[in-house]
């Protein structure tokens, strides 16, 4: 009942930037929170950053002070942005929707650091 478009991966050098989004359609009254995870190859995933629908937030020691996540709910959209980038940054980020009844994830868009 919810689906989530991500959008924003792509190729960067270390110390540049990106702004990951994931907008959400469907039965958006439902969601309480989101967040971002990532997954590197032979990793768990883990998270990244989340929002509730009241808007406080968290992050993973390891982006916090460099990355911001936000949301637009006019555009029911989340946004990750990261700066500093780091070669350890690389992985495959995923959106997160949860409610009352289950979580959704969406299709995952990849991010790498390296020049």
């Known amino acids: 009942q919810v689906q989530l478009v991500e959008s924003g991966g792509g190729l960067v050098q270390p110390g540049g930037s990106l702004r990951l989004s994931c907008a959400a359609s469907?039965?958006?009254?439902?969601?309480?929170?989101m967040g971002w995870y990532r997954q590197a190859p032979g990793k768990q995933r883990e998270l990244v950053a989340a929002i509730t629908r009241g808007g406080s937030t968290n992050y993973a020691d390891s982006v916090k002070g460099r990355s911001t996540i936000s949301r637009d709910n006019a555009k029911n959209t989340v946004y990750l942005q990261m700066n500093s980038l780091k070669p350890e940054d690389t992985a495959v980020y995923y959106c997160?929707?949860?409610?009352?009844?289950?979580?959704?994830w969406g299709q995952g868009t990849q991010v790498t650091v390296s020049s």
């Open positions: 997160k929707a949860e409610t009352s009844t289950r979580s959704y």
């Open positions: 469907g039965s958006i009254f439902s969601i309480y929170a």
